[in-house]
């Protein structure tokens, strides 16, 4: 339960609620007695920034969006909505703000963060698609910020994050695919200097090796995550060039939905002639014709956790907490058993 929910319990506003569980004089002992004992039956335990509201001041969390490239839509569409969606509801049922300040170059993101911290003085911020080694984190750990990262870096000690275990899941997309003979199977990944993506091309690597499959680079390409479109050449060029491959393993919605353009352009079937899997989402889940085999990406329990971390921290301020999420396949139809 949130405070905006115990306050609905008990008729009361959200501040005479916080002001009560705070023990303030100007809110009556019997409503503070009343406040109490309901906060003890629905277990309500507040969180120190929704505590903030007693004294009228309220936390704000940050966040930029970059908007450079065609990134505004890629970000627009399967971020904004999936993962702010989840962590607006978190922040709002504790009536905490949350700001969004937007940047149209890597340079200018870098700025908007610092605006956020010296000009707005946002002391609270969610980071996300973090780089091998990123810039972002060596500011907000110079200036001292509260801030969740949705992703680590190479070096992942230090600062806060959430994350899908992606050399976990690679390793159970190239087992499954093994159980159904697949020994050529070629990977559409993003630019490794995003270190999930460089992740999951070790664990790629790795898995093959393990399985005794030899690493064909002709079969490996990535595409630069400003640029989604460019996957349907890279994926027709390389099937065009290398028949034997029977498995696609894209590594985001958007180069699956290009490689499923790219196979209806060569008349491969898919689920018959050929085989793609790759990460859950909206695009392949309810959007895409066939709709294609994945491995899960639990947003929602990503973004709670994210945010039930930052607004809880300020009790471990000297820890850092991280948690890592498990995928599982989700049959969907778009891989067959080669014979």
Same mark, same amino acid.
């Given at each position: 339960? *949130?405070?905006?929910?115990?306050?609905?319990?008990?008729?009361?506003?959200?501040?005479?609620?916080?002001?009560?569980?705070?023990?303030?004089?100007?809110?009556?002992?019997?409503?503070?007695?009343?406040?109490?004992? !309901?906060?003890?039956?629905?277990? !309500?335990?507040? *969180?120190?920034?929704?505590?903030? /509201?007693?004294?009228?001041?309220?936390?704000?969390?940050?966040?930029?969006?970059?908007?450079?490239?065609?990134?505004?839509?890629?970000?627009?569409?399967?971020? +904004?909505? %999936?993962?702010?969606?989840?962590?607006?509801?978190?922040?709002?049922?504790? =009536?905490?703000? +949350?700001?969004?300040?937007?940047?149209?170059?890597?340079?200018?993101?870098?700025?908007?963060?610092?605006? &956020?911290? =010296?000009?707005?003085?946002?002391?609270?911020?969610?980071?996300?698609?973090?780089?091998?080694?990123?810039?972002?984190?060596?500011?907000?750990?110079?200036?001292?910020? @509260?801030?969740?990262?949705?992703?680590?870096?190479?070096?992942?000690?230090? +600062?806060?994050?959430?994350?899908?275990?992606?050399? !976990?899941?690679?390793?159970?997309?190239? @087992?499954?695919?093994? #159980?159904?003979?697949?020994?050529?199977?070629? !990977?559409?990944?993003?630019?490794?200097?995003? @270190?999930?993506?460089?992740?999951?091309?070790?664990?790629?690597?790795? =898995?093959?090796?393990?399985?005794?499959? *030899?690493?064909?680079?002709?079969?490996?390409? =990535?595409? #630069?995550?400003?640029?989604?479109?460019?996957?349907?050449?890279?994926? #027709?060029?390389?099937?065009?060039? *290398?028949?034997?491959?029977?498995?696609?393993?894209?590594?985001?919605?958007?180069?699956?939905?290009?490689?499923?353009?790219?196979?209806?352009?060569?008349?491969?079937?898919?689920?018959?002639?050929?085989?793609?899997?790759?990460?859950?989402?909206?695009?392949?889940?309810?959007?895409?014709?066939?709709?294609?085999? $994945?491995?899960? +990406?639990?947003?929602?329990?990503?973004?709670?956790? $994210?945010?039930?971390? /930052? &607004?809880?921290?300020?009790? %471990?301020?000297?820890?850092?907490?991280?948690?890592?999420?498990?995928?599982?396949?989700?049959?969907?139809?778009?891989?067959?058993?080669?014979?």
């Amino acid at each position: 339960m *949130n405070i905006k929910e115990l306050a609905k319990k008990l008729d009361l506003s959200i501040t005479t609620v916080s002001r009560a569980l705070g023990g303030y004089s100007d809110v009556s002992e019997k409503t503070r007695e009343r406040v109490k004992k !309901y906060a003890n039956k629905y277990q !309500y335990s507040p *969180n120190p920034y929704a505590s903030t /509201l007693a004294s009228g001041k309220v936390k704000t969390v940050g966040y930029v969006l970059p908007i450079y490239g065609t990134i505004q839509a890629l970000l627009i569409k399967e971020i +904004f909505f %999936n993962l702010f969606q989840v962590c607006l509801e978190e922040l709002l049922s504790e =009536s905490i703000q +949350f700001q969004i300040l937007f940047a149209k170059s890597e340079k200018e993101e870098i700025k908007a963060y610092e605006k &956020l911290i =010296s000009e707005q003085k946002i002391e609270n911020i969610v980071l996300q698609n973090i780089k091998i080694n990123d810039k972002r984190i060596e500011i907000l750990n110079k200036y001292k910020i @509260n801030y969740v990262a949705w992703g680590k870096t190479k070096d992942k000690r230090n +600062f806060s994050w959430v994350d899908l275990d992606n050399e !976990y899941a690679i390793e159970v997309i190239i @087992n499954y695919l093994i #159980k159904k003979n697949h020994t050529h199977i070629s !990977y559409i990944n993003i630019s490794e200097k995003y @270190n999930f993506a460089n992740e999951r091309k070790s664990s790629f690597l790795k =898995s093959l090796k393990l399985n005794k499959i *030899n690493f064909n680079p002709n079969y490996y390409a =990535s595409v #630069k995550l400003e640029e989604p479109e460019n996957s349907f050449e890279v994926i #027709k060029k390389m099937l065009t060039k *290398n028949k034997k491959i029977s498995a696609i393993i894209c590594s985001t919605e958007f180069s699956a939905l290009s490689a499923i353009k790219a196979c209806n352009y060569l008349n491969y079937k898919i689920g018959k002639d050929i085989s793609i899997i790759t990460f859950d989402g909206p695009l392949v889940r309810d959007l895409s014709s066939p709709p294609i085999t $994945a491995v899960s +990406f639990p947003v929602k329990e990503l973004g709670k956790r $994210a945010i039930n971390i /930052l &607004l809880n921290k300020n009790n %471990n301020k000297n820890q850092s907490i991280n948690y890592l999420a498990k995928s599982e396949i989700i049959e969907r139809g778009s891989v067959h058993i080669v014979s």
